[in-house]
């Protein structure tokens, strides 16, 4: 049977305090735990990203992955990996670094585990080149509320068989079932890497370049903003469409190479070359890579190309990072931001904003994922067929799924 330790003091998600905690060590007693738990369950891994979805309506009891903390296997020459859910990806990279391999997966969260990471879709500036959760993910092994398991995918890189339920479990929170393994595509690890920093002084300098950057033949690894927003004009936009004029946006920009070391010596001047100016490191700075803390933590997704629109609709005081190519910025903004006028602001430009952290007692009264999008029908579809006495992550995904 799985381990079912006493409920620690603390113990929480998103405020709601779990009734009971179970800890399995292995596919079947995961199985085992949704077969005979009649109410409500919410799993975990590492408790790094629990923020990242709304609180749950009730929390019967908390299943932590943890336990699944095996590496199943390990094919250097095939470029793959097969891991449990309750691998540490601290722990993972390392193994993979005696064979001079990688996860190209990213996300700046201590301890964080690889289920957790699927679940939460986390990823970091490698976005970029290597992609995320969803492009590095070729195959998954989940339980279902009925304690059902299901395979997904397989053990090479070009698979067809079989639906592609890596997608669909990826960002899901543990609504539709809970990932005990899975397989990843790896990469082999970069021989040099060098940065090129380059100081923004506003808003449309920070597109400007960014635009250079995805116009051009480079091919960095990252391109990666730090922003601080100050005097912001119009940073809650009452209506859809409105003019967004805010300035004072400040910061740094930085774009990543990571080849052999001749690459990333040509590739490091010619960048300097096409921003104009800058200067050369050889590592990242230290913010390099980590979330915003402080009020309400915000992931932003937006097109490319918006990436000034979106920092003039910042309200002042506002910092934080954006993977500048890709659309996608982590923003901690104050309290007392209006959500649904910053989202209006940004929604022209495909944009929308989700709650990653808040101190709980202002995340009560907060829209965590915004207005509910068209194929909000498919998505409770989805949400019946594979949770059909919806028990699983109960109201953490959008709309109250």
């Known amino acids: ?23 399995p060590t292995t596919a079947a007693e995961v199985a085992d735990v949704l077969r005979s738990t009649r109410g409500t369950v919410v799993p975990v891994g590492a408790g790094t990203k629990t923020g990242w979805a709304a609180p749950p309506t009730s929390c019967d009891l908390l299943l932590r992955t943890t336990g699944l903390d095996r590496v199943v296997e390990h094919a250097p020459g095939d470029l793959v990996v097969v891991t449990e859910a309750g691998v540490r990806l ?7 670094a005696e064979h001079g391999q990688m996860l190209a997966l990213d996300p700046p969260e201590p301890g964080a585990t690889i289920g957790g ?9 490698r976005r970029l080149r290597y992609g995320t959760v969803r492009d590095l993910l070729i195959g998954v ?13 397989g053990k090479v890189v070009k698979n067809v068989a079989g639906y592609d339920l890596g997608k669909l479990y990826t960002g899901a929170h543990g609504g539709l079932g809970v990932v005990v393994s899975a397989t990843w595509r790896l990469h082999p690890l970069p021989a040099a890497v060098g940065t ?4 923004v002084s506003d808003a449309a300098e920070a597109g400007r ?5 995805a116009r051009s033949t480079l091919t960095p690894t990252a391109v990666e903003l730090r922003f601080d927003v100050a005097n912001a004009q119009a940073a809650n936009a009452q209506a859809v469409g409105s003019r967004v004029t805010g300035s004072g946006v400040t910061g740094e920009l930085v774009v990543l190479f990571e080849s052999i070391e001749a690459s990333v010596d040509a590739q490091s001047r010619a960048a ?11 590592r990242p700075p230290s913010w390099f890579g980590q979330r915003p803390t402080g009020g309400i933590v915000l992931r932003l997704a937006f097109e490319p190309f918006a990436l000034p629109h979106v920092l003039r609709a910042l309200p002042d005081g506002a910092s934080g990072t954006a993977t500048a190519c890709t659309g996608v910025a982590y923003a901690a903004v104050p309290e007392t931001t209006d959500l649904a006028a910053l989202r209006a602001a940004i929604r022209p430009y495909d944009g929308s904003a989700v709650v990653l952290a808040a101190a709980d007692a202002a995340r009560a009264g907060l829209d965590h994922w915004g207005p509910v999008p068209d194929s909000f029908g498919l998505m409770t579809r989805v949400k019946d067929q594979f949770d059909p006495r919806r ?11």
Not at 8 to 21: A, E, F, I, Y
Not at 90 to 96: D, G, I, V
Not at 196 to 199: A, D, I, R, S
């Open 90 to 96: 601290e722990s993972l990279r390392r193994q993979l």
């Open 196 to 199: 090129v920093v380059v100081p």
């Open 272 to 282: 300097l070359a096409l921003l104009g100016g800058g200067t050369r490191e050889q």
């Open 391 to 401: 028990r699983l992550s109960p109201g953490r995904l959008i709309g109250g799924l």
């Open 117 to 125: 990471i699927i679940g939460a879709n986390a990823s970091g500036p």
């Open 141 to 153: 092994t989940v339980v279902l509320a009925d304690g059902t398991t299901a395979k997904s995918g």
């Open 209 to 213: 370049l960014s635009a250079l950057l």
């Open 1 to 23: 049977m799985p381990v079912r330790p006493a409920v620690p003091s603390g113990t929480q998600v998103c405020g709601v305090v779990p009734v009971d905690v179970a800890q």
